[in-house]
Nanobody, 114 residues
Framework: QVQLVESGGGLVQPGGSLRLSCAAS????????MAWYRQAPGKRREVVAS???????TYSDSVKGRFTISRDNAENTVYLQMNSLKPEDTAIYYC????????WGQGTQVTVSS
């Protein structure tokens, strides 16, 4: 059973940076598009960035130019570098395949506040 474990969240001031990591047990990366999703209180979960097995990336308009997704297939890990963070980025961040094919992990909380 593949498990996804997200880490790297925390409390950061507006304009700050965080780097999220997602480690997967089992070899799911090969051939899969991976994505980062987020869910803010009272809102639906949304995809913010994705990366194909060939390292082609896409971003939602709300994070384009500020977030960077990357992957390390040898380590079964996907990353999300988040810069110029805004209060509206506050959410629980999850990783999964895109489209979703695995159970959700616990996620990692990101709070952007002064």
């Amino acid at each position: 059973q593949v498990q996804l474990v997200e880490s790297g969240g925390g409390l950061v001031q507006p304009g700050g940076s965080l780097r999220l990591s997602c480690a997967a047990s089992g070899s799911i990366f090969s051939g899969y598009t991976m994505a980062w999703y987020r869910q803010a209180p009272g809102k639906r979960r949304e995809v913010v960035a994705s990366i194909t097995s060939g390292d082609r990336t896409t971003y939602s308009d709300s994070v384009k130019g500020r977030f960077t997704i990357s992957r390390d297939n040898a380590e079964n890990t996907v990353y999300l570098q988040m810069n110029s963070l805004k209060p509206e980025d506050t959410a629980i961040y999850y990783c999964n395949t895109a489209p979703v094919t695995r159970s959700w992990g616990q996620g990692t909380q990101v709070t952007v506040s002064s």
